[in-house]
């Protein structure tokens, strides 16, 4: 029996580990909510080789900080540009600082 290579990855945060359930399960929200998340461009998630939604840990984090403000009454487009505008700030704020 052969190693799966993916399985050396399962700590890179941008390997597509998780099934659009699992993704679901972990964030405690409906799969649907993650197509809406995608759908919005928020995260795109990649295709496994048989089409399936897989998601990493960072597109995770970033659909959590969704979820927490939808969570709190911000509706799921204005929680996706918030968080589209905060991602933009901080990579803003990197360059700046690494200057």
Do not use: K, W
Not at 23 to 47: K, M, N, Y
Not at 58 to 72: F, M, N
């Amino acid at each position: 029996m052969t190693a799966d290579p993916s399985h050396g990855r399962l700590d890179d945060d941008d390997f597509p580990a998780y099934t659009t359930g699992r993704a679901a399960e972990i964030l405690g929200t409906s799969q649907g909510f993650l197509r809406v998340v995608g759908e919005a461009r928020l995260i795109t998630p990649l295709r496994s080789e048989g089409g399936h939604r897989r998601y990493s840990r960072y597109q995770l984090r970033i659909a959590a900080r969704a979820r927490e403000l939808v969570d709190h009454g911000t509706s799921i487009e204005a929680a996706c540009r918030i968080d589209t505008e905060y991602r933009r700030n901080a990579e803003s704020s990197h360059r700046t600082a690494a200057a």
